[in-house]
């Protein structure tokens, strides 16, 4: 079992950066693939950014790219979402979320790949 644990939310306006946090514990985050999500009032939930267990690749949404960078830490089993540049439109829950290597079928802008979810951390940019 993981348990995942998001910080780092909060208001900003645009522009603005903010960095999300999501620790993980339970057990070693090396050997899984983190994702972070996010869902705005009346919408699915969005694929934003993916890293695989090595960290040497990663994967993110079109309308982040450039602006936002997923990283992770092994050593303090967390990974983080570095938002820059933010805007009204990424105002969203954020969450981030876990699969192991074992079971990951390649899908990983799809929810239903990951088995292990944060609670959510959320992010406010006002214009």
């Known amino acids: 079992q993981v348990q995942l644990v998001e910080s780092g939310g909060g208001l900003v306006q645009a522009g603005g950066s903010l960095r999300l946090s999501c620790a993980a514990s339970?057990?070693?985050?090396?050997?899984?693939?983190v994702g972070w999500f996010r869902q705005a009032p009346g919408k699915d939930r969005e694929f934003v950014a993916a890293e695989n267990w090595s960290g040497g690749s990663t994967y993110y949404v079109d309308s982040v790219k450039g602006r936002f960078a997923i990283s992770r830490d092994n050593a303090k089993n967390t990974v983080y979402l570095q938002m820059n540049s933010l805007k009204p439109e990424d105002t969203a829950v954020y969450y981030c979320?876990?699969?192991?290597?074992?079971?990951?079928?390649?899908?990983?802008?799809?929810?239903?790949?990951?088995?292990?979810w944060g609670q959510g951390t959320q992010v406010t940019v006002s214009s």
């Open positions: 979320a876990a699969t192991g290597r074992l079971v990951y079928s390649g899908r990983y802008d799809q929810p239903s790949e990951y088995g292990y």
């Open positions: 339970g057990r070693t985050f090396s050997s899984y693939i």
